[in-house]
């Protein structure tokens, strides 16, 4: 049984691409790294949206509620472009595609942080905790 999983594993790099033996080889654990990475994201969106803080985007003031419908319609758009939390961060959550600018997280204390600042940190922790 040994030798038949040995021929198995060269044969398949002999005949399929690099792309296919991913996927028969690691495909189960691909599949629970994109998973705990779609967690990642939406405990970053709830972060977002169960803050005290009003979200700024393009100049104009949102509740956190309105920031995480629009990080999650944001999400869903990218589809596969995004892989990863840090992904998401980068891609999504830091600034406005049309314009460029970038977005902001303004605290009843006046103080106003950038939103990629903010969720790398609460990413930070979440993956310490993990």
């Keep these: 049984m040994a030798n038949m999983k040995k021929l198995l594993i060269i044969l398949s790099f002999l005949f399929l691409s690099n ?7 690691a495909g189960p654990y691909l599949f629970l790294q994109n998973a705990n990475e779609e967690q990642k ?31 999650r319609m944001k ?18 959550a830091s ?3 049309m314009s460029g600018e970038p977005y902001k997280m303004k605290f009843k204390s006046g103080a106003i942080i950038n939103t ?12 310490k905790n993990n």
């Design 116 to 127: 990629r600042d903010m969720l790398y940190n609460e990413l930070r922790k979440l993956e």
């Design 41 to 71: 994201i939406e405990k970053l969106i709830a972060y977002v949206e169960k803050s005290d803080a009003l979200f700024i985007r393009n100049g104009t003031e949102y509740s956190a509620k309105d920031a995480a419908e629009h990080l």
């Design 75 to 92: 999400r869903k758009k990218a589809g596969s472009k995004v892989k990863t939390a840090k992904d998401f961060i980068d891609l999504i």
């Design 95 to 97: 600034k406005s595609y």
């Design 19 to 25: 792309a296919q033996a991913t996927i028969l080889f």
